[in-house]
């Protein structure tokens, strides 16, 4: 439903993962919040692949400590991913969770499909680093495909996904391994949590170890500031500026919704 | 026409001027055509919508599982608290803005029960086939009337209404098509008439020799009546003796409401029959749609208690602020208490209708055990103009199709219009998708 003339709001980021298993979600959907937080994108779907109540839980925590209008968060029921990781338990530890059963989560491929269906034509980056059950799920869902069609800009594809689901339409993007050493270390980011230092990510880092695949954390940077990277030739100094000053940061007070020039 | 045989489906009384159709008797077994599911009876669906949304701090119960007690709103249906099922999580994502900006209160009714989005005009109107039309479409042809629509407040048809969303949207809660809505019958006697006498048999003269003399419609078929009565069993007599005297209430209660009307101040809009009082106005068209229930006349029936946005004010409460203005109340304890007050008098009048179900049987069961009807509103909170947790209570077991007694909690989003496909399933009428559904609810019939 489009109203010509109107306002158009930031750049969604659908955002679908096992998420909890490795570092590189952590990192990108650290990095999403805080962008969204400067009203830079907007997350609009926060989805797991993982059938995990942590999982799905540590969404809802990033969200309350960034603020801004929440969503509801997407869990598969499928079996897959039950077992807790290292990752995941040292993000949640200490924090308050307020996912304690599945009715407290959303069926994800309804959720993303609404998401969709509240946003201008071509506003929209799916990021996807997990399993495709989801996206799956999505393109069979009952008219579905038109909205994912007009509203999707493109599906970026990091982490352990390589292959979009069967028949998905648009532009799909399979984001090449970057270099390790695109993401600053431990110790340049670890004191920038001051203001939280029971912060997810930086509990994480903590026990994540120091190298990890960077995939979902170029997606982010590519969907959000187009002009400033590209996937095919990351600017790797530029990108660890923006990452060691926007990773650790508080986030600043919600602004009215703007679009700030990229 | 009576037979010595076993007694027709269709049969009426018949008199001079005059027909009335009958409620089911045994004495039409086996001409009685069989209903969706076992036992013979079949199942009634109704939705009553009220508007403005509903104060969920008092409606939502404190936890899921068997419904021992009952928040504040629905206090008033404790006698039926094994009757009802409250639904939590359900969700109409169509009745958000979705980039067209104001008019919470046009996409959700428009919404309600058609699960698409309305076209943001007030003219040029689109929304969606309402689902108990599909239902309508599909078995009303067993029944006289296909479905019925009636409510309570009187709402033009046209203009905007909301922000540039059409009147239609608010006013209207069952849509024949997509340009199509079926306006709600609001006068009582306009009802009466629509189903109990027929007009192209009652002529004018007729009508006036009624008024004037006071002579019941009944009279008009009691040589028919009586040879009826003396091919009926005890339990058939019974049916009758009830169906008939509910027909006389109605009666009574029409000439009741049209003294009052005469002594209203002029300024009233509309004094045509229409009672002045709020609970007197609900309780008659309630009543007529339980008979019409009875007689199988319908069994799909939409009630828009007021029209959504309504401003109308509580007067016999003590309440004369509009709703509609009340629900906006900036989280002021003041004008919250007088819209939980407003939410517990919809509630209550609701309760007297479930009561008149309950009290009638159909073999061995009661008349709200073989319907289901839906109470609820296409709001939740209706000072933010939330869409997600829609207040839904379902009434009655459909037949046996619904285990009621519980609150049934869903995961956070779950589409409306996933109930409405279970429910279209319920009727006998089978669709793979509608509006916004990801499938069926789960677990209605946990038995």
Not at chain 2, 233 to 239: E, I, L, V
Not at chain 2, 276 to 302: C, G, N, P, S
Not at chain 2, 394 to 405: E, Q, S, T
């Amino acid at each position: 439903m489009q109203f010509p003339g109107g306002f158009k709001p930031p750049h969604g980021i659908v955002f679908d993962a096992a998420f909890g298993d490795n570092l590189d979600d952590l990192a990108a959907l650290t990095l999403l919040m805080g962008l969204d937080a400067k009203n830079e994108c907007r997350a609009i779907s926060l989805s797991t692949t993982k059938e995990n109540l942590g999982s799905a839980g540590l969404f809802e925590v990033f969200q309350k400590l960034y603020g801004g209008r929440p969503v509801a968060v997407g869990m598969a029921v499928n079996g897959h991913g039950k077992a807790t990781t290292p990752i995941l338990d040292a993000a949640l530890a200490g924090q308050t969770v307020s996912v304690q059963s599945v009715l407290d989560t959303a069926e994800p491929h309804g959720n993303i499909r609404n998401a969709l269906t509240g946003q201008p034509d071509g506003n929209v980056s799916i990021i996807a680093t997990g399993p495709m059950d989801n996206l799956q799920a999505l393109l069979h869902l009952y008219k579905a495909k038109p909205w994912i069609e007009s509203k999707v800009k493109a599906l970026y594809l990091a982490g352990g996904a390589t292959k979009a689901p069967e028949g998905w339409p648009g532009k799909v993007v399979v984001v090449p391994q970057i270099d390790a050493e695109l993401m600053p270390g431990a110790d340049a980011l670890v004191p920038g949590f001051s203001w939280n230092e029971k912060h997810p990510f930086a509990q994480a880092l903590k026990v994540g170890g120091a190298k990890y695949s960077t995939g979902a954390v170029a997606a982010v940077l590519a969907a959000v500031r187009p002009n400033a990277f590209s996937l095919d030739k990351m600017n790797v100094e530029e990108a660890r500026k923006v990452l060691t000053e926007v990773l650790p940061a508080k986030p600043a007070p919600r602004m009215r919704p703007g679009r700030p020039p990229v | 026409m009576i037979t010595r045989k076993a007694l027709s489906r269709r049969a009426v009384l018949r008199g001079i001027g005059a027909t009335i159709a009958l409620p089911a008797l045994d004495a039409m077994a086996p001409a009685m055509q069989s209903s969706q599911l076992p036992g013979g009876k079949p199942v009634r669906m109704a939705f009553v919508y009220v508007p403005n949304g509903i104060d969920m701090s008092h409606w939502t119960p404190e936890k899921a599982g068997p419904i021992t007690s009952l928040p504040r709103i629905l206090k008033p249906l404790e006698p039926f608290q094994k009757d009802i099922s409250i639904l939590s999580n359900l969700t109409h994502n169509t009745g958000r803005a979705l980039l067209d900006g104001a008019g919470d209160h046009g996409r959700c009714c428009g919404s309600y029960l058609t699960g698409v989005q309305p076209r943001k005009s007030a003219v040029d109107i689109q929304c969606g086939v309402s689902m108990d039309q599909l239902v309508a479409n599909e078995i009303g042809k067993k029944t006289r009337f296909a479905s019925l629509e009636v409510g309570l407040e009187d709402a033009r048809q046209a203009g905007d209404c909301d922000s540039g969303y059409s009147c239609a949207y608010t006013n209207n809660l069952a849509w024949r098509s997509e340009t199509q809505p079926l306006p709600p019958v609001l006068d009582p006697r306009m009802l009466f008439e629509r189903l109990f006498g027929q007009n192209a048999d009652l002529s004018p003269e007729a009508r006036t020799r009624q008024a004037k003399y006071r002579k019941s419609i009944l009279d008009y078929v009691r040589t028919d009546t009586q040879r009826l009565e003396g091919k009926l069993g005890p339990t058939d007599r019974r049916k009758l003796d009830e169906y008939l005297s509910s027909i006389r209430e109605i009666e009574m209660q029409l000439e009741r409401a049209e003294k009052d009307t005469r002594r209203i101040d002029p300024m009233m809009e509309k004094p045509y029959g229409i009672p002045a009082d709020f609970a007197e106005h609900f309780k008659l068209m309630t009543d007529m749609i339980t008979v019409a229930f009875q007689a199988d006349l319908t069994r799909v029936v939409t009630f828009l208690v007021t029209r959504e946005g309504s401003s109308r004010p509580y007067r016999e409460i003590g309440i004369p602020d509009g709703h509609h203005p009340l629900t906006h109340h900036m989280n002021k304890p003041d004008l919250m208490e007088k819209v939980t007050q407003i939410n517990t008098y919809h509630a209550t009048q609701f309760g007297g209708w479930l009561e008149k179900m309950k009290s009638i049987q159909e073999d061995g069961a009661s008349l709200l055990d073989n319907s289901m009807i839906v109470y609820g509103a296409g709001l939740s909170d209706g000072n933010k103009h939330t869409h997600e947790d829609l207040p839904t209570l379902i009434a009655g077991r459909a037949g046996g199709a619904i285990k009621p007694g519980l609150r049934r909690v869903y995961r956070r989003e779950t589409p409306m219009s996933n109930l409405f496909l279970s429910m279209m399933d319920i009727m006998g009428v089978h669709a793979e998708n509608f509006g916004d559904s990801t499938g069926r609810i789960a677990g209605l019939d946990l038995a």
